[in-house]
């Protein structure tokens, strides 16, 4: 026996969690290993098949012709260590404590794949209720990917209401292409389209820098495909003299026939350039309240209600 079990250890946990909790941590009776190349140094996590299989149709189709080996071993290159570490201690004690909106996400990724529905469930409740303008795009592009339709509703009703402070968010210049076209699409933004056009020239420089290997038209290219979304009939000409016009990311011609259109709207001869916005947005919008992030700690089938307003959120 190894000399991290304790003799006789099960009379002394009081409940199975609590049972299942010491095998994982001790690797008792562990038959298969989860290895982590990817991060370093090479991390391995011990399991049980049959616990895995008992929680997860997946691992179950996964383990089904192998669990009477002694040991598999799967590699995982799409998950972080700590992040499955977590969704195993939810397989074994029925116990899961999310303690940032990122970490919600991954959670969230990890329990779908694995077919984890419950906790799917607690995730997209952490999520509703910390979503805030700082995460917002992170959340939609979440929820649009697994079509978690209220969480994409409520993070675009953020973007869209509070848009001054989503786009001075550090995280802005990460978020997908299709989540910054989708706001240059919306009819009504918290913020005026010369902070907004300035957000945008943030977000091309700082993806330009990540492909700084790709070839010099990569900048043109974004431009071509983010600049005709802009409104730039929502400036007033000194603005748009002061800043897209003398930025790169128009040329002369589009800028000469942009002004003109700012400064003369009725009857202008000259068209705007081909696919450029013409949408004058309408005013801002009220700006939505929204909850202060705080870790949750989730027993199995804890649900957070509705119209919480507690500060205290730690769930039993």
């Known amino acids: 026996m190894s000399e991290n079990i304790e003799i006789d250890w099960q009379i002394h946990k009081k409940k199975n969690s609590e049972r299942g909790k010491y095998i994982l941590e001790t ?26 299989s008992m929680a997860s149709p997946v691992f179950e189709k996964m383990f089904q012709n192998g669990l009477n080996r002694c ?15 977590a969704v195993l201690n939810y397989i074994y004690t029925e116990e899961i404590k999310i303690v940032s909106f ?3 996400c991954e959670i969230y990724y990890v329990a779908h794949k694995y077919m ?23 959340g939609f592009e979440l929820a649009k990917l697994f079509n978690i339709t209220e969480l994409k509703a409520l993070c675009k009703t953020i973007i869209t209401s509070e848009t001054i402070n989503v786009v001075k968010d550090e995280s802005f210049k ?13 009819n009504s933004l918290n913020i005026t389209e010369l902070e907004l056009f300035k957000a945008v020239e943030r977000w091309i420089v700082a993806n330009v820098d990540m492909k700084k290997n790709c070839d010099g038209n ?29 930025s790169n990311l128009l040329s002369k011609d589009e800028a000469y026939a942009v002004l003109i259109n700012i400064i003369s709207p009725e009857n202008c001869k000259i ?26 700690t989730f027993s199995s089938g804890a649900t957070i209600p509705p119209n919480i307003v507690s500060p205290k959120l730690f769930v039993k």
């Not at 068209?271 to 949750?296: D, W, Y």
């Open 271 to 296: 068209p705007l350039p081909n696919g450029f916005s013409n949408m004058l947005r309408k005013k801002p919008v009220q700006k939505l309240e929204t909850n202060v992030q705080m870790p949750f």
């Open 71 to 85: 040991e598999d071993d799967v590699e995982l290159t799409d998950i972080q260590p700590d992040v499955f570490d």
């Open 218 to 246: 990569h900048l043109a290219e974004l431009s071509a495909e983010i600049m005709p979304l802009v409104c730039f009939l929502k400036m007033t000409p000194k603005e748009f003299v002061e800043g897209p016009a003398v």
């Open 174 to 186: 990460a978020i997908n292409i299709s989540t910054l076209k989708m706001i240059l699409k919306e």
């Open 102 to 104: 990122d970490g919600a």
């Open 27 to 52: 690797g008792l009776w562990a038959d298969c290993k989860f290895i982590f190349c990817h991060v370093q140094p090479k991390k391995e996590i011990k399991a049980h098949k049959l616990i895995l």
């Open 116 to 138: 984890l529905p419950e906790l799917m469930e607690q995730c997209k409740s952490y999520l509703s209720y910390n979503a805030n303008s700082s995460n917002a795009c992170y």
